[in-house]
């Protein structure tokens, strides 16, 4: 059985008379030990899916579908039930780790927050917190407990969060764009930061990113999200070395070592999406069917496409 | 005799007695793309900050068409201001988050031109279009804006006043991918269009030896090298 299962979650956010469709009728499932990724360009709804299965959007979201978690509805469950699996059981990372930590609060006091809030021991928990942060190349984390987060390099910040992350032993990580902003020597430390935590900690990850190097370095299976559906879902190696779908190619031809080629016009309203495929307008490679009807997500050589494209058929 | 359009020589900054960077010298070109190459915490942004005014190196000159600004009266550096723009790392807080994209966009000219309402509406529509931007993105808050739209009404605000030079300070670094590839080229066709020289400061690599003419390349405080990317353009 899948540690998690989403299904058919759809989500939208009022917009005065009108709705944003931020994500459409997604299903995906995560395997235990298995990290997952999420890829696409921002908007697509990547992050809504990360924080919709905490059921930390506002109140305002429409949510729809299911995410089943351990054989468990996490949308039927009540507040006080989920406050046992939101840090304990499912773990997030938030973007931007700047903004995720206290300014005027010392770092140290911060980590001993985790451990108030679960009525465990702070001095115990402080002692966990310190083992993990060394395990987690920080190096002196006694002195860094000591500072402010305005201290601490990007690189660091992370690290530390995700320690915190990490305090109860989570059965899944979900991280959040994790290397946005980074340098390219921090974000080296966070390919080895995730390729640590899945080996030695066999952690179950969502990861949510637009970093395509970090995917393909960490992940076992990707999904790559335009405008709020799936378009495509397969190996990372595959999904990322020989891609499907025509967006998929887009992206990979708009990294600046495949000729900064940027996939042409914008992304379609959310508010009124196309009658046809949500890519049409930018596809190269559209026909007569990709402006009329919208593609369903067909199996592909071992894995799940979203294309009329005629070469799949 | 013609000057290149900004030219640094042996600039030098200290934050009290800690020295940020020494003998910084380098110049820019008319319609080039230089590099600037560093670590994060290298000095790169504040090296771009002093040419644009915002911070006082404590050595050096910095010279925009061959007068020092450094030395120049707050009158005369006024007047010299709105052709030396920045490109903030940030685009999330580059804009009044009270104010609509069009109004942002506009506000430089309703500053600098003196053009009339009528004018100020069309010239504002016509950079809008220039950047790529469509009419519902001018009626939003910068809050409800991707970062790429938000970094297009920056380079629409920017290219209101024809600037000569502008600072580009990781100007796609919070940027996904796709987004990144068509602000950089979005960048380069304005400067084919125009002739305006970028510093664009980064610290991917891969996207100066993209784009730019020339890299330089920032260590322990000083510039190390200058290399030539050879994209058939003057150095």
């Known amino acids: ?313 | 005799m013609s000057f290149p359009v900004l030219t640094v020589n042996e600039l030098a900054m200290k934050f009290g007695t800690s020295e940020v960077f020494k003998n910084i010298s380098f110049s820019v070109a008319r319609g080039e793309t230089l590099g600037l190459f560093g670590k994060s915490g290298s000095g790169k942004t504040t090296i771009g900050r002093c040419i644009v005014g915002l911070e006082k190196p404590t050595g050096g000159k910095i010279l925009v068409h061959g007068e020092d600004i450094l030395s120049m009266g707050k009158k005369e550096f006024r007047k010299l201001r709105p052709k030396i723009q920045m490109i903030f790392q940030h685009p999330e807080t580059s804009l009044d988050p009270r104010m609509k994209a069009f109004e942002n966009l506009i506000e430089p000219l309703k500053i600098h031109s003196g053009l009339k309402q009528d004018s100020l509406l069309k010239r504002g529509e016509e950079l809008a279009e220039l950047t790529g931007l469509r009419p519902e993105h001018l009626v939003r808050y910068p809050g409800h804006l991707s970062g790429g739209e938000i970094q297009r009404i920056v380079l629409a605000r920017i290219m209101a006043l024809s600037p000569d030079f502008i600072v580009a300070d990781e100007p796609t670094s919070m940027l996904d991918v796709s987004v990144q590839a068509q602000i950089l080229r979005l960048m380069q066709k304005l400067q084919r269009e125009t002739g305006v020289s970028y510093l664009l400061i980064s610290h991917n690599l891969e996207v100066l030896r993209k784009v730019c003419h020339r890299i330089a390349y920032l260590e322990n405080g000083t510039i190390t090298s200058i290399e030539n990317i050879n994209r058939g353009i003057k150095t």
């Open chain 1, 1 to 313: 059985m899948s540690l998690l299962e989403i299904r058919g979650l759809s989500v939208e956010f009022p917009a005065g008379e009108n709705a944003v469709k931020a994500v459409s009728n997604v299903s995906f499932e995560v395997e235990e030990g298995e990290t997952f990724g999420l890829i696409g360009e921002s908007g697509s709804g990547k992050s809504v899916i990360g924080l919709a299965l905490l059921r930390l959007l506002p109140e305002s979201a429409v949510i729809s579908g299911e995410v089943i978690f351990q054989g468990q509805n996490l949308f039927s469950l009540k507040p006080s039930e989920l406050r046992n699996i939101r840090g304990k059981k499912i773990s997030l990372m938030p973007q931007n780790p700047a903004g995720a930590l206290n300014p005027v609060l010392k770092n140290g006091l911060q980590i001993e927050e985790v451990f108030e809030e679960r009525r465990v021991d702070k001095k115990e928990g402080m002692k966990r917190s310190l083992k993990l942060m060394k395990k987690l190349f920080l190096t002196d984390p006694e002195k860094l407990c000591t500072l402010y987060p305005h201290q601490l390099s990007g690189g660091m910040r992370q690290r530390l969060i995700a320690c915190m992350s990490l305090s109860f032993e989570p059965e899944l990580l979900i991280a959040d764009e994790p290397t946005k902003g980074l340098d390219p020597e921090a974000k080296a430390g966070a390919v080895d930061l995730f390729t640590k935590i899945k080996k030695e900690y066999g952690k179950t990850m969502l990861l949510i990113t637009h970093d395509l190097d970090l995917a393909l370095e960490v992940c076992d299976r990707i999904a790559v999200m335009y405008a709020g559906e799936i378009v495509e879902l397969n190996e990372a190696s595959k999904v990322l070395n020989t891609p499907v779908h025509p967006y998929t190619k887009g992206l990979i031809s708009a990294q600046p070592r495949n000729g900064l080629v940027p996939l042409r016009g914008q992304s379609p309203s959310r508010i009124k999406l196309p009658e046809g495929c949500f890519f049409n307008e930018r596809c190269r490679c559209s026909g007569i069917e990709c402006s009329k009807k919208h593609p369903e997500i067909k199996k592909h050589k071992g894995g799940w496409v979203r294309c009329h494209f005629q070469s799949l058929q």
